[in-house]
């Protein structure tokens, strides 16, 4: 505890002089030497990775209350505090209890664990035996909107389900990532009772099987309800697995189709259809469980407006990182995650002081919400979106910041959720202020839409916009995209996603960039709050049709 106040204490006095130095008028856009200052703390050693629940993402959250206390946003928590508690069940794999076997007729074998499939913790039973009949369900997708139904004419009640890992190319970026989210939930709303997924081919170019290995020990967490119980799990789903397509080909061996045409086909952009297996699946696993809690961290700036003040802009950042590494291949063990999302949540505060700072108030409130346990599944986010601290209803749209990479100059921006509502003019103008160009999504296979925290407000019908950085540089001597790329391949999710590590690599870290990244999102949530129209969800958007609401659609 006193190692806790020394350090908060200590950086409230350094970091006070980023807010009461020498100038007594507001600066004008954001400052460089403040985005350093916050990530380089936020991304210390000392804080130990921001790992959730543990002791150096409480000292983070500690430290961003402070920063909203010294700007003078009112807390907007649980209590009339800055925190919100999001209870926690922490869920570990017993490694050597994990069995998986198959039989066909007379013919019985086992996989090897993690050679050959690994799987994950439940959070919802501590121990399960499951064996029961397999349907292969090409992706296991069902979309009216586009014609998808991988479950036509099968019956897969009180079965396992096979499908292939991914989603097709054709499919719109962001609609893509979706719909690959909710493969569990197609699942089981079918009567499944588990789900065993292939690694294809496709997928290894993106995210190799041998990185998934580099996670087994890493505990699964869900949120609790008020009765103690997972939140966010689905218990009809009761146990799944991840194979390696060679351990996989056997189950398609004197079947309809073998895993190769599968395979082929998919190179072809062609749609495999299901079809029954001759095969029945058994799988046993035991898990621990332990309570835990870990705490998001809200403010809010209040509006001008008489009426317009209990509406709300919602700016989220997440404060939590991947803790220690189980990488025995690395000397150092702290995933400091400068980049992610270090960064972020520097920029986000120093949009909070920007804001802080107006001498006219915006007309709507801003709320600053800064959530936990990002990397465990979007949990601290989908907590906060279904337990708001403000009407959800009042939430009228979501600024997200999650991982911009400064590490170059950058000229464009992809905005993720911008062209599904009209905020997405909203962006193009804010962008261009600064000079940014817009740009189409480059990795539409990382599924990058439903992979950061504004997709749990997007799912409760809260129009939202991402941005990230793109990979066009300002300076010719940088390839932003070959940048980008390097660090996510080689630094992402790694203990060298730190200030010195990155430096040595791209050269100094670019905390003018950050400047401009904040000035950009800063501009979009004063131009949100101060528009007497909330933005609305297009008609013809996708997103509008599964999750908008009545006061937000076109």
């Avoid at 349907?135 to 396992?160: P, Q």
């Avoid at 993106?206 to 996670?215: D, G, H, I, K, V």
């Avoid at 397509?245 to 309809?256: C, D, G, I, T, V």
């Avoid at 809690?293 to 404060?319: F, Q, R």
Wanted: with cysteine; glycine share 8%; net charge negative.
């Amino acid at each position: 505890m006193l190692y806790k106040l020394t350090i908060g204490a200590l950086l409230v006095l350094l970091l006070s002089g980023c807010y009461a130095g020498k100038e007594t008028e507001p600066q004008a856009g954001a400052r460089p030497g403040a985005i350093e200052a916050h990530l380089r703390f936020l991304a210390s050693d000392e804080l130990e990775g921001r790992d959730t629940g543990s002791r150096g993402h409480q000292i983070a959250a500690n430290y961003i209350a402070s920063q909203f206390q010294v700007l003078g946003l009112k807390p907007a928590g649980d209590n009339g505090s800055y925190f919100q508690q999001v209870p926690l069940r922490s869920a570990r794999l017993q490694q050597e209890s994990v069995k998986l076997s198959f039989r066909r007729g007379d013919n019985a074998w086992s996989l090897s664990y993690p050679q050959q499939f690994f799987s994950g913790a439940s959070v919802s039973q501590t121990d399960i035996a499951l064996s029961a009949p397999l349907v292969f369900v090409s992706y296991g997708l069902v979309s009216e909107e586009f014609g998808l139904d991988d479950y036509a004419g099968l019956d897969v009640s009180g079965k396992i389900v096979v499908q292939l890992a991914g989603l097709p190319a054709s499919l719109p970026s962001e609609e893509r990532a979706y719909l690959g989210s909710i493969k569990g939930k197609l699942a089981a709303e079918r009567g499944a009772v588990g789900v065993i997924t292939i690694h294809t081919p496709v997928q290894e170019k993106t995210r190799p099987y041998a990185n998934s290995l580099l996670y087994l020990n890493t505990p699964r967490l869900a949120w609790l309800d008020a009765n103690g119980e997972p939140g966010a799990a689905d218990n009809k789903l009761k146990a799944g697995a991840y194979l390696h397509p060679e351990a996989a080909a056997r189950l398609f061996e004197q079947e309809q189709q073998s895993l190769t045409d599968i395979f082929l086909m998919l190179d072809a952009d062609q749609h495999p259809r299901g079809f029954a297996l001759a095969s029945e699946a058994s799988l046993s696993a035991s898990s621990s469980h332990q309570q835990i809690s870990s705490p998001n961290v809200i403010a809010v700036l209040e509006g001008s407006d008489p009426t317009l003040k209990n509406e709300y802009v919602v700016i989220t950042a997440h404060s939590d990182h991947i803790g220690f590494s189980n990488d025995l291949r690395a000397d150092d063990k702290i995933n400091n995650g400068a980049m992610d999302n270090a960064a972020g949540m520097a920029i986000l505060l120093e949009t909070a002081r920007m804001f802080s700072e107006l001498s006219v108030k915006p007309q709507r409130s801003i709320l600053f919400v800064v959530v936990t346990a990002e990397e465990k599944g979007l949990l601290g986010a989908d907590y906060f979106a279904t337990h708001p601290t403000r009407p959800l209803a009042s939430l009228v749209a979501n600024v997200n910041l999650d991982m911009p990479v400064l590490l170059y100059p950058f000229a464009d921006l992809i905005a993720f959720g911008a062209d599904h509502s009209t905020l997405g003019e909203v962006v193009a103008a804010a962008a261009a202020k600064e000079g940014i160009a817009l740009s189409a999504d480059p990795m539409p296979e990382q599924a990058i839409f439903t992979r950061s925290d504004h997709f749990t407000l997007v799912k409760q019908g809260v129009p939202a916009v991402f941005l990230m950085t793109g990979f066009t540089s300002k300076d010719p001597e940088q390839d932003g995209a070959k940048i980008w790329g390097s660090f996510f391949a080689k630094h992402y999710h790694k203990s060298s996603d730190d200030i010195a590590s990155l430096s040595r690599e791209y050269g100094p870290v670019r905390y003018d960039a950050g400047a401009v990244f904040a000035d950009i999102n800063f501009n979009i949530a004063l131009d949100i709050a101060n528009n007497a129209q909330r933005p609305l969800w297009k008609a013809d958007s996708f997103f509008n049709k599964v999750f908008g609401k009545e006061y937000n659609r076109q």
